[in-house]
């Protein structure tokens, strides 16, 4: 049936009308979907965690063109079960260690029903005060248990932000930066900024660069070797700036990074600030991941130097056990944002702006309209508690480390990166004979990729892969909150298994 009908539709359908908010419906709907939601969490292991469909399989099930009449919630759920779950891949399944984990719990969805069930549109804070509120009071309490300098929280002269990712946030940040810089050396210099970073930064500074107008040949990343742990390093970054200044170029920006995505490598912040410093360069430090482990104090020692820093994100729906989109920038600075993407149309006007005494987060990032995200983080705090949060991180990175002792006493493999959180890079290495991978890169690589897609193909578990140093090496993040260490024991013996079967066709 299509979905266009023409004839006397007025007169006769009008009788179908449905009251889309009717309470009771909402109530009996709900009660199905949490039902099938749970139902999904009980069977989760059942299904192979990487989707196994090919390209455009849903087209070919469902109906060309959108329903007529309405359809039942039980006819829809039946669909999504038959039709959306087999092309779903289980991020939230225990056998799940590819790229980040994306780590669900039931107060982040409890969180998300509510922010959506009130379905406000918190642009400025007289939109919908709490909204606002709530986000500066939770991002204060995060920023303290992450033992952020004062600078960075509304307490001290900074402030805190929810925004959808880590794109957006570097994007904001290096706006702000680049319009501090150019109000004080003349805007014609726009094409003389330069962005640094390192070969393993994450590519939302290059995005971010070429959104804000950041020339392309003034994008530096700067190369890091495996003997400094692929973390960047201080002398580097002031050789480039130092080149950089002499051929009459203006430093803008460093996105430094903790955790980075390929091998959770560190770059010293500290130090990196004290470069910064002497050329007036804006410091962001990128802790997409790891950032969420520096809650446990045996962990924060990695941002040590923050207090030289500009801004800092973490993003709390990867490993901190908040739904997508939940990213955290703190700055230093809030009016650099301010100043950079604010602006006032006539009908936003209002009192509580003009006292000049509320936040109004529209001038904090890109989009005017805004989710109300600091609900599923404030039930994510309240429901966990400080403890449980460091407990959640902490049993992920001990079976981290028994995945990384596994690796390490079988002969066959390397753990290739040093294992500084919950992630383990290893590789198979052993080639007919067992002669040494060093002087093999090329059939070493392709050793690789042949297990890891022969793992990822048997759905079993899911990994994933990166290239450092052009060595192609196996990602195990270890970070959905619902794997055990008997999960972590299983990936090992189905990537020995799978091991055992490639060898022995070499
Ligand atoms: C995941 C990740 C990003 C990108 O995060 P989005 O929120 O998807 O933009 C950036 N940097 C690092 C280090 C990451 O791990």
């Given at each position: 049936m299509g979905s266009l009908k023409l004839d006397h539709e007025l007169e006769n359908d009008s009788h179908m009308m449905v009251n889309p908010l009717d309470p009771e419906e909402f109530r009996r709907q709900g009660h199905m979907l949490i039902d099938f939601?749970?139902?999904?969490?009980?069977?989760?292991?059942?299904?192979?965690?990487?989707s196994q469909v090919e390209p455009g399989y849903l087209k070919k099930l469902l109906p060309e063109s959108a329903p007529y009449y309405p359809e039942s919630i039980e006819t829809i759920l039946q669909d999504v079960q038959k039709?959306?779950?087999?092309?779903?891949?289980?991020?939230?399944?225990?056998?799940?260690?590819?790229?980040?984990?994306?780590?669900?719990?039931?107060?982040?969805?409890?969180?998300?029903?509510?922010?959506?069930?009130?379905?406000?549109?918190?642009?400025?804070?007289?939109?919908?005060?709490?909204?606002?509120?709530?986000?500066?009071?939770?991002?204060?309490?995060?920023?303290?248990?992450?033992?952020?300098?004062?600078?960075?929280?509304?307490?001290?002269n900074g402030g805190g932000v929810l925004q959808g990712t880590t794109c957006e946030a570097i994007l904001c940040t290096l706006a702000a930066a680049r319009d501090q810089m150019l109000n004080q050396c003349g805007s014609e210099k726009l094409e003389k900024l330069?962005?640094?970073?390192?070969?393993?930064?994450?590519?939302?500074?290059?995005?971010?660069?070429?959104?804000?107008?950041?020339?392309?040949?003034?994008?530096?990343?700067?190369?890091?070797?495996?003997?400094?742990?692929?973390?960047?390093?201080?002398?580097?970054?002031?050789?480039?700036?130092?080149?950089?200044?002499?051929?009459?170029?203006?430093?803008?920006?460093?996105?430094?990074?903790v955790g980075t995505t390929s091998t959770n490598a560190i770059d010293p912040i500290g130090p990196l600030c004290e470069v910064a410093k002497d050329f007036n360069i804006w410091v962001h430090v990128d802790a997409a991941y790891a950032g969420s482990a520096c809650i446990c104090p045996e962990f924060r020692h990695f941002i040590d130097g923050i207090?030289?820093?500009?801004?800092?994100?973490?993003?709390?729906?990867?490993?901190?056990?908040?739904?997508?989109?939940?990213?955290?920038?703190?700055?230093?600075?809030?009016?650099?944002?301010?100043?950079?993407?604010?602006?006032?149309?006539?009908?936003?006007?209002?009192?509580?702006?003009?006292?000049k005494l509320v936040v109004d987060y529209k001038d904090w990032q890109i989009t005017l309209s805004r989710r109300?995200?600091?609900?599923?983080?404030?039930?994510?705090?309240?429901?966990?508690?400080?403890?449980?949060?460091?407990?959640?991180?902490?049993?992920?990175?001990?079976?981290?480390?028994?995945?990384?002792?596994?690796?390490?006493?079988?002969?066959?493999?390397?753990?290739?990166?040093?294992?500084?959180?919950?992630?383990?890079?290893?590789?198979?290495?052993?080639?007919?004979?067992?002669?040494?991978?060093?002087?093999?890169?090329?059939?070493?690589?392709?050793?690789?990729?042949?297990?890891?897609e022969s793992i990822n193909e048997s759905g079993n578990v899911y990994m994933s892969s990166t290239v450092v140093d052009g060595a192609y090496i196996i990602r195990c993040a270890i970070g959905a909150t619902l794997t055990e260490e008997r999960h972590v024991i299983r990936a090992w013996k189905v990537i020995q298994e799978h091991a055992d079967a490639l060898l022995s066709k070499n």
């Open positions: 939601i749970a139902d999904y969490y009980q069977n989760i292991e059942s299904y192979k965690v990487l039709y959306i779950i087999p092309g779903i891949t289980h991020w939230q399944s225990p056998n799940y260690f590819a790229y980040f984990p994306s780590s669900g719990s039931t107060a982040g969805f409890l969180g998300e029903i509510l922010s959506t069930g009130f379905n406000v549109v918190g642009f400025n804070w007289m939109s919908s005060p709490a909204a606002t509120e709530l986000e500066c009071i939770v991002m204060d309490w995060l920023g303290e248990m992450l033992m952020l300098p004062k600078s960075f929280l509304f307490k001290g330069v962005v640094y970073g390192s070969d393993q930064t994450h590519s939302a500074l290059q995005k971010a660069a070429q959104i804000a107008g950041i020339h392309t040949k003034n994008f530096r990343a700067i190369k890091t070797t495996k003997s400094n742990s692929f973390g960047l390093c201080p002398n580097s970054l002031r050789d480039a700036v130092h080149a950089d200044v002499e051929a009459g170029l203006v430093p803008l920006f460093l996105c430094a990074t207090e030289g820093a500009n801004s800092f994100t973490l993003n709390a729906h990867k490993w901190f056990l908040t739904t997508l989109d939940c990213c955290c920038l703190w700055v230093k600075d809030p009016s650099a944002l301010i100043k950079s993407l604010s602006t006032n149309p006539e009908f936003l006007r209002n009192k509580a702006t003009d006292s109300f995200r600091a609900m599923k983080l404030w039930l994510v705090l309240r429901s966990y508690g400080v403890a449980n949060l460091r407990n959640f991180l902490r049993s992920h990175v001990k079976m981290a480390k028994l995945f990384e002792e596994l690796v390490r006493n079988d002969n066959r493999f390397e753990v290739m990166a040093t294992r500084n959180f919950a992630l383990v890079c290893f590789r198979v290495l052993a080639w007919p004979n067992n002669i040494s991978a060093a002087n093999h890169v090329e059939p070493v690589n392709e050793l690789n990729k042949k297990l890891l």
